[in-house]
């Protein structure tokens, strides 16, 4: 068997996200054992029937009729018990993954940025939809086999030890004889599985690869190769493929095959003893043969399936351990109960001696002052990673400080509630990012109430009204996940006319720009000019010129503020940002 | 779907020898009950006595065995048969996704495409391995069953006509009627994943909003509607075991009652009633099987559907000959009249271009943002086909052009410079895998690439997946090298000079001036220094031609070209 380690504690936790469930449960338990004592007591009033029909001129009809509306009643009574079971366990799952998803949702938005950061979104989303969905699988499994199974086993075994202890004994003796021979099967194919899943992420990846290029791949005509390069993984995922699944499929046919030695066995000494007690006082009578034959049978086949179901639980354990493990991520520093909500801003935006680092002991920003008043506009400007981006993390405060402190008119900005003092700052980022939905939705993303006139008056301020009249809808046109099929400089204009529209008393621009052409740029320009009047603002830019009139250059490198002051000032203190102004304007 | 089946041909053999092994096997298990009624009526009522049962128990044994081999054999030629049809669909759907034309790529994305070939493909491996091992052999059972029991006695067995009918019909219903359900479930569940990975790649933004809570009900809502609808099918699924319980249950009760009657009769034997309740009871058993199989199918079913849906997207279209132009011969490109409006768009992306380009000539295009740059020169390798006027290639039109013998003339250069992973010059080798070391070094001269080459450890060093292991800026001089090593005559350079600095690019127009074989170059950019040295500049606005000419005569001429220019250097002169 595969050789699954769990994360400690899953087996609680489900247990807990279980808990509000618990009667329903338990009631669910309860059926299933009337179920199966149910659903056993069948075989018994048929075995007595058939006891009852001996041969011509011996058969008791009334008595047979009676035993029958018997068995009328047990089957009614049990398939309804049976729809109650299913209909009360498909509850308990489906509600219990939509809590664990709706926690893990909520989670999310409290995790801090740096395990977002840190961790690829699709190995998030995979977490909440893949394994969650697993996880049901696992858990109504469990629900529906796992426990009939043992009931089944159980109530089996007390229905074949009271019509006879011997031959139970014979099937108790036998059975476990089917686990071995699927342990012994599983142990050997593991190998076989490793090969198939290490060829299939070979070829996934070179799949990725390619298609995710196949522009370039069209461009250089390397269809051909590709394909036979992809026949070659292709070739071997076969072979390790067709051995894994033939080999394991081994086991059904083989715990079969015991079942039915165990079901010979049966009717062997079953049909001995009949023989041996035809003439005593308490004969073994055909119908005890046929009850036990028929229980015989259901003994083994929850055997068969609860190996099976084990597998399939351990897996869901397993998926449900990644999902616990992502609930368990301490949430961020929740906002002080009495924490100031930020109002009328005046955009004074102080760092007093703050230190900051991703990583703890590799050092970035160290000592840092900063001091922004009312209105000004700072440039950031500094080479590629030298932690611009990490001030604006700070400033917004998607990361807190490790040390100093923050403040926005005077106060830290961890004594603010987030949701003031992020709304305080308007952002447009680097990375453009428009969510599905709607133009309009998106550009009232941050005024869900604006009319119609300020959604258009934003976007032309941003020179996105031409092109979202052209679009087939206009500003009602739909835009797939992540933007669509709008381009890079378009997305950034639908960024600006979001931010424009709802204009908070400080901005923070990250390359707001990069991606717009330098002519539409200076046009918008123009836009920006007065948005930007009387807020402070903080420019992340690349383009020199945007940088030349801020009030205040703050030149960073390796994390540090190396330089601070406007862009005469620093030109004839002659020092890195000169050069870099120079090597940028030379080249 | 039915298309897919073709895949299935050469496993002909296979998926027949597949489930006929596992008739084989159900067939020994339906002789099982009359073993046991020879067991009771013979041996025990018929006094054959105590050998006569150990003989009957030895064959019980003998026809357990028998059917394990035939069951092995079964698994193997399913097994086999499955593997290899999903081999060969796997091998032919990606080579169909390698002809799909720019335009199908961009409106079905990348990821759906990727996810079909992988995840679909193997969920349809598994329902079809599991059909073959067992769709025919529960039906089978159910009628053997029927036909066995016809055996024993034709009167008792007229039960089983009357309950299976009724089955049929039932496990039909429930299906037909939960396909479409688990369809609607499959379609919630994927937009819930839609959000929560739209709350990741934005949660910036988001945060910045202060939307968390507002996403936290969204989400929620929506997950409510998946538990609603996973709800309406469960409690629909759940009727399907108990009403077929009780069916057969009252089958069995019908058949005791008329094997009480027939034996009092004297027709049969208590054996025999023990018989047909058996095979009522091996009916019950293999439709529970079914129903978990139905299920399974159904998901297959649901992704062979989606990848059918893949292999029937278009493939570029096929080379037809087009009308001759007037265009003269000795033009490398000709641009008449071309336009392009992409599928559901609202305008053209470009729109009536004219332009001829001779061999040895350098063209800058340049233009706003979405002006239409790109989709003028993707216009030439008939990457789109113009929808408008046409394009022609030594006088050729594209259409008319076999696509890899035009493709094999052109080296394109593309915005996002990407390498694969591998050796540097299994890279460059991709350009023209027969170069010789000369060509190579020419290429990565001119690419102005050789010291990173030298710098990374030769021609040998290793590069990984996406060429993260480079720096932007010498991906983008490898895969210039990478199309210079094909010696094209028509060099596409679209916008892939961005993370060169002013010295290297001036470097590299120098030495692709100087190339022995004079390509035709076209020079895409949003820098007018780029572009301002080319023999002829187009000037795009809204995919319209502003202007056609030197840097000069646009300096005079066109508003639009003197504005960007502005936009770039009058400031900066202003500066210094």
């Known amino acids: 068997m595969k050789k699954i380690t769990l994360a400690p504690g899953t087996v609680k936790k489900v247990l807990q996200v279980l808990r509000p469930y618990k009667i329903t449960a338990l009631l669910s338990i309860l059926l299933s054992a009337v179920y199966v004592a149910l659903s056993l007591y069948v075989p018994v009033l048929i075995g007595r029937a058939i006891d009852l029909i001996l041969g011509p001129g011996n058969v008791d009809l009334k008595a047979i009729v009676q035993l029958l509306v018997t068995v009328g009643i047990v089957v009614a009574s049990g398939a309804v018990t049976q729809w109650l079971i299913n209909t009360i366990n498909n509850r308990i799952v489906y509600h219990v993954i939509r809590d664990v998803r709706n926690e893990a949702f909520a989670h999310l938005q409290v995790l801090p940025l740096s395990y977002l950061d840190a961790h690829p979104a699709g190995d998030i989303v995979s977490r909440m939809i893949a394994d969650v969905d697993q996880f049901a699988d696992g858990l109504l499994l469990g629900f529906t086999q796992l426990f009939t199974g043992v009931v089944t086993i159980l109530g089996t075994l007390v229905f074949m030890l009271s019509i006879r202890a011997s031959i139970a004994a014979i099937v108790v003796l036998l059975t476990p004889l089917s686990f071995v021979v699927a342990r012994f099967i599983a142990t050997r194919t593991h190998d076989m599985f490793v090969l198939q899943s290490k060829t299939r992420g070979e070829q996934t990846a070179f799949i990725d690869e390619m298609l995710g290029n196949q522009k370039v791949v069209r461009a250089f005509g390397h269809e051909k190769e590709n394909q036979e390069r992809f026949d070659e993984i292709n070739g071997r995922l076969q072979k390790a493929s067709l051995q894994a699944i033939f080999f394991s499929s081994l086991t059904n046919p083989c715990t079969r095959f015991v079942n039915n030695v165990v079901y010979a066995a049966v009717a062997l000494a079953g049909g001995l003893i009949c023989l041996a007690t035809a003439g005593a006082a308490v004969p073994f009578t055909v119908g005890a043969l046929s009850a036990l034959l028929s229980y015989a049978n259901q003994y083994t086949k929850p055997f068969n399936e609860i190996s099976g179901v084990i597998t399939e639980l351990q897996n869901a354990l397993v998926c449900a351990g990644r999902v616990f493990e992502l609930l368990a991520v301490p949430a961020r520093v929740p906002d002080k109960e009495d924490a100031v909500v930020l109002q009328n801003v005046e955009g004074c935006v102080e760092a007093h001696d703050v230190s900051f680092s991703y990583t703890p002991g590799q050092k970035l920003i160290e000592h840092m002052n900063l001091s922004a008043e009312h209105g000004q506009h700072i440039a950031i400007v500094g080479p590629t990673g030298c932690g611009k981006t990490t001030l604006i993390n700070l400033l917004m405060r998607f990361y807190d400080v490790n040390a100093g402190a923050v403040t926005v008119d005077g106060h830290d900005i961890r004594l603010c509630t987030r949701k003031s003092l992020r709304g305080s700052y308007g952002m447009v980022l680097q990375d453009t990012w428009l969510r599905r939905g709607t133009i309009r939705e998106n550009i009232t993303m941050g005024k869900p109430d604006a009319t119609e006139q300020q959604i258009i008056e934003a976007a032309k301020a941003a020179h996105a009204h031409s092109f979202i009249q052209r679009l087939p809808n206009g500003y009602d046109t739909v835009i797939g996940e992540d933007g669509g099929l709008l381009s890079q400089g378009q997305k950034q204009l639908l960024c600006i006319a979001r931010v424009m529209l709802c204009l908070p008393p400080m901005l923070i621009l990250d390359e707001a720009t990069s991606s717009i052409d330098t002519r539409t740029e200076i046009k918008i320009q123009n836009a920006f000019t007065s948005m930007m009047q009387g807020r402070t603002t903080f420019i992340v830019a690349h383009r020199l010129s945007t940088i030349r009139e801020a009030d205040l250059i703050l030149v960073m490198k390796d994390g540090r503020i190396v330089e601070q002051g406007n862009h005469e000032q620093l030109l004839n203190a002659n020092g890195f940002y000169a050069t870099l102004y120079n090597s940028q304007f030379a080249s | ?576």
């Open chain 2, 1 to 576: 779907m039915k298309k897919l089946l073709t895949y299935l041909k050469p496993y002909r053999r296979e998926s027949v020898l597949g489930p006929l092994f596992k008739l084989l096997e159900a067939s020994f298990e339906l002789i099982v009950p009359l073993v046991v009624a020879a067991i009771i009526d013979t041996g025990i009522r018929g006094g054959a006595g105590t050998g006569y049962v150990i003989r009957m128990a030895l064959i019980l044994v003998l026809l357990g065995f028998v059917g394990l081999v035939c069951s092995v054999t079964a698994q193997f030629f399913a097994a086999k048969a499955a593997v290899g049809f999903t081999t060969r669909l796997r091998s032919a759907l990606f080579s169909h996704i390698q002809t799909l034309s720019y335009q199908t790529i961009d409106s079905v994305g990348t990821s759906t495409l990727i996810t079909r070939i992988t995840s679909d493909l193997n969920q349809v491996q598994s329902g079809l391995n599991l059909t073959l091992r067992l769709l025919l052999r529960s039906p089978f059972v159910v009628f053997g069953a029927m036909i066995m029991a016809f055996t024993v006695d034709a009167q008792s067995a007229l039960w089983f006509v009357a309950a299976i009918p009724v089955l049929s019909v039932v496990g039909c219903g429930v299906m037909l009627i939960s396909i479409p359900l688990y369809r609607r479930v499959q379609s919630h569940l994927d937009a819930l994943l839609g959000r929560s990975r739209e709350n990741m790649t934005g949660v910036r933004v988001l945060r910045a909003f202060g939307k968390e809570e507002e996403e936290v009900k969204g989400f929620a809502e929506q997950n409510d509607r998946l538990t609603a609808m996973q709800k309406k099918v469960g409690r629909f699924s759940a009727l399907m075991n108990p009403v077929t319980y009780v069916i057969i249950n009252l089958a069995i009760i019908a058949l005791i009652h008329t094997g009480a009657l027939r034996v009092e009769a004297g027709i049969i034997t208590q054996g025999a009633v023990v018989a047909l309740y058996n095979y009522m009871s091996q009916i019950l058993v293999e439709l529970i099987k079914m129903a978990n199989l139905i299920i399974s199918i159904t998901k297959a079913v649901a992704c062979a559907n989606r990848i059918s849906a893949v292999l029937e997207l278009p493939s570029e279209p096929a080379p037809a000959d087009q009308p001759s132009s007037s265009a003269s011969k000795d033009c490398r490109v000709s641009f008449v009249n071309a336009s392009l409006r992409y599928e559901g768009a609202g305008a053209e992306s470009v729109e009536g271009i004219t332009l001829d380009a001779r061999p040895g000539e350098t063209i800058g295009v340049i233009g706003g943002t979405g002006s239409g740059k790109t989709t003028l020169v993707n216009l030439i390798p008939r990457f789109y086909e113009a929808t408008g006027g046409s394009v022609l290639v030594n006088g050729k039109d594209v259409r008319s052009w076999d696509t890899s013998s035009l493709r094999q003339k052109i080296g394109l250069v593309p915005q996002k410079a990407v390498l694969f992973s591998g050796t540097v010059k299994d890279n460059l080798l991709w350009g023209n895998s027969e170069a010789a070391e000369a060509d190579i070094a020419l290429a990565l001269e001119t690419a102005q690439a050789s010291e990173i080459v030298e710098k990374k450890g030769g021609l040998s060093a290793m590069v990984e997946a996406g060429g993260r292991n480079l720096s932007g800026g010498q991906r983008q001089r490898l895969t210039i090298a990478r199309a210079l090593v094909r010696k094209p005559e028509i060099l596409i350079l679209d916008d892939s000079s961005s993370a060169l600095d002013f010295a290297t690019d001036a470097a590299l127009r120098r030495a692709l001036r100087s190339l022995p074989w004079h390509p035709t170059v076209f020079i895409v950019s949003q820098r007018t220094s780029s572009i301002m040295h080319a023999d002829r500049i187009i000037v795009l606005e809204d995919g319209k031609a502003a202007g056609i000419g030197t840097h000069a005569q646009l300096l005079e001429s066109c508003a639009v070209y003197r504005e960007i220019y502005n936009s770039q250097f009058r400031k900066e002169d202003a500066r210094a």
